[in-house]
């Protein structure tokens, strides 16, 4: 892996997630780090408001990314090993898009980033996350770590798995790679919501996606359970996990405004940091 963009809003899980970062890498053999700021003056929703002029203009905006960048680069200093080069960039954006942007810019194979949980569903909803819409867009894999979580290698990965569609929906080779990289113990956890699930038709699926890894380590499992992401978390608890992998599917309309997709609900409430990465 050549680099690896660490967005940063310059909150404490920002620097959080860019101290997992420089540790991942080492494991990773990424040779470069971008710690990334987007920044923008702040419009307010309300129209009577909006029409006031901004106290700050765009310099000055820009001015706070670059001393907000340099302070990380002091915090971070004393952690980041040789053979790892660290840049320092900002830019006039969005943070959604403009991370989106930076990793063609760069050339990035990955992007880790915090997130901070939120206290109650209507919180989720009406809040929502730079991390979870970046992991939404991205064709790039996602990692998303939450407030708190410390970088203490990857020996056992949990992959969360729906198995319809394997074939066309599951990302071998990026899952690959991180096995490749860092010799882990892949769990493959199914959770069952309710009874509709064919056993025919899962075997089927399990069978297919076991062909894909038969070089690697590799044990399957399924559980019954109404919460998803409870279930995955005490699961994943009881296995020690170190990641967990998701693979966000594509929801109708009415599904993403009424219902909480599985990754997002993770994301938020996940003890672990989470791997994104679209099928």
Known sequence: MQAIIVP?????????????????????????????????????????????????????FRELSRIGLMKMKE?????????????????????????????????????????SGAGTKLEESLIGSTAVDVSRLSHKPVIIVPEGAAYAGIKKILMVADFKKVEQTTPVEEIKKILDATKAHLDVLHVEANDNDSEKAL????????????????????????????VVNAFAIGTKSDLIIVIPKKHSLLEQIFKRSHSKALAFHSDLPVLNIHG
């Open 203 to 230: 075997e089927k699926e399990k069978n297919l996606f076991d062909s894909f890894f038969t070089n690697y380590d590799v044990a399957y499992h399924f559980i019954k359970g109404d919460n998803f992401a409870d």
């Open 75 to 115: 915090k971070l200093s004393p952690g980041i090993p040789s053979s790892l080069q660290v840049e320092y960039e900002s830019e006039y954006n969005i943070a959604k898009m403009g991370i989106i942007d930076a990793c063609e810019k760069y050339n990035a194979e990955l992007i880790v980033m915090g997130i």
């Open 8 to 60: 940063t809003d310059f909150s404490s899980n920002a620097y959080n997630a860019a101290q997992y970062a420089i540790a991942l890498a080492a494991d990773l053999k990424a040779t470069r780090l971008i710690i990334y700021n987007a920044f923008q003056p702040y419009i307010p929703d309300d129209p009577e408001l909006s029409m006031a002029p901004l106290q700050m203009d765009i310099n000055e």
